[in-house]
């Protein structure tokens, strides 16, 4: 069955660093778009960032421009999310999705905490 | 960006009752809309694509209508597990895509 598991999240001081990865098993990986959403405590759901199948094709949302990278190892089954400049409202729960537009498989969620 | 927007904030209904949640769009979307199911400590679940396409596994007390900008989302009999979050989000005019800020549907 596909499952796709976060991992990275923590605690980390403003203006800090962290990379988040996503493990995918179940499918074949390197024939899905990939997604990065989050969701800030008690808030609504907010699309990050989209990788094509092969990673030439990449966007960010504003929110991220400039600070976060997204990338790919098709050979590893993994997703990653370079986190830099890290702000307190950057605060969320960082979902790994297969698929780029309706997403059917989700991760679990990894937890980032941006705080002095 | 399109900004979707959702109806009530917050649904309450008996169970067995019917729930009819809301959302439109800035602009039209088509019907490339989808609507999530979100219960705490979850992540979101698909329940409708292309408006009004269950996705698999989903009950058929769940149902979408609507094209453009103006949505429905209707659980015909609530049962217990229905109360959560719904969210709805449009992928027709992306990136990015837009989700609405979420419907609560709580137990009357």
């Known amino acids: 069955q596909v499952q796709l598991v976060e991992s990275g999240g923590g605690l980390v001081k403003p203006g800090g660093s962290l990379r988040l990865s996503c493990a995918a098993s179940?499918?074949?990986?390197?024939?899905?778009?990939m997604t990065w959403i989050r969701q800030a405590p008690g808030k609504g759901l907010e699309w990050v960032s989209y990788?094509?199948?092969?990673?030439?094709?990449?966007y960010y949302a504003d929110s991220v421009k400039g600070r976060f990278t997204i990338s790919r190892d098709n050979a590893k089954n993994s997703l990653y999310l370079q986190m830099n400049s890290l702000r307190a409202e950057d605060t969320a729960v960082y979902y790994c999705a297969r698929g780029g537009t309706n997403i059917v498989y989700w991760g679990q969620g990894t937890l980032v905490t941006v705080s002095s | 960006e399109v900004v979707m927007t959702q109806s009530p904030v917050t649904l309450s209904v008996s169970p067995g009752e019917r729930a009819t949640l809301s959302c439109r769009a800035s602009q039209s979307v088509s019907s490339n809309l989808a609507w999530y199911q979100q219960k705490p400590g979850q992540a979101p679940r698909l329940l409708i694509y292309?408006?009004?396409t269950r996705a698999t596994g989903i009950p058929a007390r769940f149902s979408g209508s609507g094209s453009g900008t103006e949505f429905t989302l209707t659980i015909s009999s609530l049962q217990s597990e229905d109360f959560a979050v719904y969210y709805c989000q449009q992928y027709n005019n992306w990136p990015p895509i837009t989700f609405g800020q979420g419907t609560r549907l709580e137990i009357k």
């Open positions: 292309g408006a009004s």
């Open positions: 990788i094509g199948d092969s990673g030439n094709t990449i």
């Open positions: 179940g499918f074949s990986f390197s024939d899905y778009y």
